[in-house]
């Protein structure tokens, strides 16, 4: 029989669920069925992003399986997409940890990024079409309705993927890929250590640049994506008072 009160596991899910239903809120209203991997990683990322798994967590197979009552291999399966976008680290015979970057990997993701995304902006600027501005217009919308809606996630998801579209823009699969690389690293950076308000002034920031590039303005388009991202990083708090090696097992049963 299951150990663990309820009451702390609705503490721990995101969303929680009835008080009486010890397992994760089913995905469909009327049928309850065992969540799907994806699911679950769905689950443990809003976790995540909420700080109620603090960087640094350890998050044990048996207790998530314990938890959703699923098979390790599908917990497994769950862990391995969450490490797939860098929420958390598999470390070889030690286990699942969230993510913990510093001020120090931040500093080195945002100095690289400085020196590929002023090219970018260039380059951008150089190839942008009027169908490209309409793309990334319909994107800055959408930017918009996330950080409206508060969705920390989206909102996230939105203002990293920005970057990648001038990249794509511009055509450069060399460059896309690094791009990506470097923003799903900033992607797990700002979603733990930004705040509502430094989103907000991202996206506001974004349109400027946009602004820029439509007239043509090339070294004003790219002293704003300079300072867009310097911005980024100094406004970044790493003093959020997060307790590491937070064993999931000790949070759920104790
Ligand atoms: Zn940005």
Redesign the pocket.
């Known amino acids: 029989m299951s150990a663990f009160p309820v009451p702390l596991l609705i503490d721990w899910l995101p969303n929680g669920f009835p008080s009486r239903q010890p397992l994760p809120r089913p995905m469909t209203q009327e049928v309850q069925t065992d969540p799907s991997a994806d699911d679950i990683a769905k689950e443990v990322a809003a976790a995540i992003v909420a700080h109620k798994l603090p960087p640094g967590t350890r998050l044990r197979e048996e207790a998530l399986a314990k938890v959703y009552k699923v098979s390790r291999t599908k917990i497994r399966a769950a862990l391995l997409m969450l490490s797939k976008d860098k929420l958390i680290n598999i470390v070889p015979d030690k286990g699942a940890f969230v993510s913990k970057p510093d001020a120090n990997e931040a500093r080195e993701v945002y100095a690289v990024r400085r020196i590929l995304e002023a090219a970018l902006a260039r380059e951008f600027v150089a190839h942008a079409k009027a169908a490209d501005f309409r793309r990334i217009d319909a994107h800055l919308a959408e930017e918009r309705k996330a950080l409206d809606s508060g969705d920390v996630q989206t909102r996230n998801r939105l203002?990293s993927h920005?970057?990648i579209l001038l990249a794509e823009t511009v055509g450069n699969s060399v460059l896309t890929g690094m791009l990506r690389e470097l923003s799903a690293r900033s992607a797990v950076i700002t979603v733990l250590y930004q705040s509502s308000h430094d989103a907000s002034c991202?996206s506001q920031?974004?349109h400027a640049f946009i602004e820029a590039a439509r007239t043509g303005d090339t070294e004003r388009a790219c002293a704003l994506m300079d300072e867009?991202l310097q911005h980024?990083q100094t406004a970044l708090n790493f003093s959020g008072g997060h307790q590491a090696g937070n064993d999931l097992v000790t949070a759920l049963l104790s």
């Open positions: 203002l920005f970057h991202s920031e974004h867009h980024v």
